[in-house]
């Protein structure tokens, strides 16, 4: 898995736009972008992956840059229950166990 | 999604017991599970990975006599903690593989294991 490279933490009002950003800068052609959140003393919860192309759905946005060197996963509007620790992990397909690292606290003030 | 359970949600056990942990797929049969373990604090590591029907892969570190992993079905796959100590304390997650889909792996809730 290539490694990623993510802030320890971000803060973002209530409502507002959360982009959290991730470096990949090694990451390989067969390689996706996953993005996972833990709230606290929960499983881990999957959010979106991406390949080349930007992804959408219920949950976030992914945009990746056209070197694939870095991503940015963007919960539209969000809410106090969003504050958890986002993981970003590059990896190939396959059925292999994931790498955690670190991953970003985001904190959701009202 | 695809939901996967875990059973018990927290257990606490004297010294020297076994615990087991089940993890189940709800709505999909799952061919590849793992196991995780998260100290307070820290990001999860795996331990393990347990395909149906056959020996656990064990992450270097990780004592395969200690942690005994069995997948006997598409859908259940459990851990077994043997002769706990306090230092086996932690929070165990366990995921399951979807085939058919693009290597998503989705979660369980968790078991919370405290040793005395």
């Known amino acids: 898995d290539a490694k990623t490279t993510q802030p320890p933490s971000m803060d973002c009002a209530e409502g507002r736009a959360a982009n959290l950003p991730c470096n990949h800068s090694?990451?390989?052609?067969?390689?996706?972008v996953y993005w996972y959140r833990q709230i606290h003393s929960q499983g881990p919860q999957y959010i979106i992956h991406?390949?080349?192309n930007n992804e959408t759905n219920e949950m976030a946005s992914l945009i990746i840059t056209e070197d694939r060197k870095s991503s940015t996963l963007i919960l539209p509007h969000a809410t106090l229950r969003d504050t958890a620790v986002y993981y970003c992990i590059a990896r190939g397909g396959g059925a292999d166990g994931l790498t955690f690292g670190k991953g970003t606290h985001l904190i959701i003030q009202p | 999604g695809a939901v996967v359970s875990q059973h018990p949600s927290r257990v606490i056990c004297k010294s020297g017991t076994s615990v087991k942990i089940e993890c189940r797929s709800l709505?999909?049969?799952?061919?590849?599970m793992f196991w995780y373990r998260q100290f307070p604090k820290k990001s999860l590591m795996l331990m393990a990975t347990?395909?149906?029907?056959?020996?656990?892969?064990?992450e270097q570190g990780v004592e395969k006599d200690k942690f005994l992993i069995n997948h006997a079905s598409l859908t259940l796959s459990t851990l077994t903690v043997t002769s706990a100590h306090p230092e086996d304390s932690s929070f165990y997650i366990c995921?399951?593989?979807?085939?058919?889909?693009?290597?998503?792996?989705?979660f369980g809730p968790g078991t919370r294991l405290t040793v005395l």
């Open positions: 995921s399951a593989w979807t085939s058919g889909r693009i290597n998503e792996q989705f």
């Open positions: 347990s395909n149906e029907g056959s020996k656990a892969t064990y």
């Open positions: 991406g390949l080349k």
């Open positions: 709505d999909f049969q799952a061919t590849t």
């Open positions: 090694t990451i390989s052609g067969n390689e996706y």
